[in-house]
Nanobody, 116 residues
Framework: QVQLVESGGGLVQAGGSLRLSCAAS????????MGWYRQAPGKQRELVAR???????NVADSVKDRFTISRDTARNTVYLQMNNLKPEDTAVYYC??????????WGQGTQVTVSS
């Protein structure tokens, strides 16, 4: 069973930084793409950033000047570096992995709370 385990969330003041990690139980080359989504209370889950199997990143316009997605293939881990955090970034952040054939895996989520 494929597992994605997130870590790195927490409480931070506005303007601070956090780095989220998503460790996969299989090689990340098994995924066509991996990404980070977030869901704030009362809102739909939205894509924040993703990275393709060849390492090409794609970050949502709303955060692209502050967030960076990267990966460590040796550790089968994908990262989301979040800088200059704002209260509106408060959400549960989920790691996602999409494989050919339509299989999608989700992590359990990690809470990010940004205080003003």
């Amino acid at each position: 069973q494929v597992q994605l385990v997130e870590s790195g969330g927490g409480l931070v003041q506005a303007g601070g930084s956090l780095r989220l990690s998503c460790a996969a139980s299989i090689s990340i080359f098994s995924f066509n793409r991996m990404g980070w989504y977030r869901q704030a209370p009362g809102k739909q889950r939205e894509l924040v950033a993703r990275i393709s199997d060849i390492g090409s990143p794609n970050v949502a316009d709303s955060v692209k000047d502050r967030f960076t997605i990267s990966r460590d293939t040796a550790r089968n881990t994908v990262y989301l570096q979040m800088n200059n955090l704002k209260p509106e970034d408060t959400a549960v952040y989920y790691c996602n992995g999409f494989r050919s054939g339509g299989d999608t895996n989700w992590g359990q989520g990690t809470q990010v709370t940004v205080s003003s």
